[in-house]
């Protein structure tokens, strides 16, 4: 019988010329990293490549000097974004938005896969899944003129049926007071059923024994998804956490800036907006790079962060 090797003898005879080395592990699962060519072919070209990019954040980029052209003024945006009478308006509206969409939407579709899982009719339970997943598909522009349908005082439905019972039309689109709840309900609209297909596939790998087991032992529905389902699908939701609070300086830019108007400005500049107005409209490319440059920031202390404090609470992070 063939002895089994130590991890030091392994180490050295993968080193040895005829071993198996990286090149004899490349070869021998080629076809396996031959899939993830694509992926990785595009993250490189259009996630890494284009880094080098957020060296105009600390020049006066002008295009027409190009990017060697351009004077380098160190971390002068920087300290005028900082510094701007904008900026706490900026991170209180999206950090807010933000927030409501952690606490309203991203609960939801865990609730939703629990309630779609429970359903035993296969057919009912597909249509079902199929209704909810389709306003995914619709783009901002059609659900920000849904809105506008559903809730402008004009041609407005919602405000028509109330003049209609004899009551004042409300300016639920010109009121600062409604836009995020209305930016966190469209945003609950659109994509709460595309959210639950990761959890039904975690679900659906739960070994059916355990729930056997739980029936045996006489425990309720509720019983079984409360000890079984969610501390199932608990390290997906975990991850998906923490990735969700690396994107807590984000907001959509595109709904955002369909729903914006003068009237609500003051609650709905966000630091997308800020940054398009400042690098597309106005051309002060590098002003724009900075902030984008700022949320990337945020974004990566808040993944770490998040991420060394789930692992300290005895749970598994992304990495």
Do not use: C
Not at 48 to 72: A, E, H, K, T, V
Not at 131 to 151: D, E, G, K, N, R
Not at 229 to 250: S, V, Y
Request: aromatic letters at 16%.
């Amino acid at each position: 019988m063939q002895k089994a090797l130590s991890p030091q003898e392994t180490i050295a005879h993968s080193r040895s010329p005829g071993g198996f080395g990286l090149w004899q592990q490349l070869m021998k699962y080629r076809y396996i990293y031959l899939l993830t060519l694509p992926g990785m072919l595009y993250f490189i070209l259009f996630k890494f490549g284009p880094m080098w990019g957020l060296l105009i954040s600390f020049q006066d980029y002008n295009p027409f000097q190009g990017f060697w052209g351009s004077d380098w003024v160190g971390f002068k945006h920087f300290h005028e974004l900082f510094a701007s009478e904008y900026f706490y308006i900026m991170a209180r509206n999206t950090f807010l938005i933000n927030i409501f969409g952690l606490v309203f939407s991203f609960p939801l579709p865990v609730l939703l896969a629990l309630m779609l899982n429970e359903i035993r009719h296969e057919t009912f339970k597909r249509i079902n899944q199929t209704i909810i997943y389709l306003p995914h598909f619709l783009s901002w522009v059609v659900v920000a003129s849904m809105t506008f349908f559903m809730l402008s005082t004009d041609v407005g439905i919602i405000n028509k049926i109330m003049i209609g019972f004899g009551l004042k039309p409300i300016s639920f689109l010109s009121n600062p007071s409604y836009f995020w709840g209305l930016i966190t309900a469209q945003g609950i609209w659109k994509d709460a059923g595309w959210g639950t297909i990761i959890f039904l596939a975690a679900m659906a790998g739960v070994d059916p024994q355990r729930y056997e087991a739980a029936v045996v032992d006489g425990a309720s529905r509720m019983r079984q998804i409360w000890h079984i389902t969610l501390p199932a699908i608990r390290p997906t939701i975990i991850i998906l956490l923490i990735l969700r609070l690396g994107h807590i300086a984000d907001v959509g830019f595109e709904q955002l800036l369909l729903m914006q108007n003068s009237l609500v400005l003051p609650v709905a500049e966000v630091f997308d907006t800020y940054a398009f107005n400042q690098g597309i409209v106005r051309g002060q490319i590098s002003v724009g790079v900075a902030v984008g440059m700022f949320k990337g920031l945020v974004g990566l202390i808040l993944v770490m962060s998040s991420n060394y404090i789930i692992k300290k609470m005895g749970h598994e992070g992304i990495y």
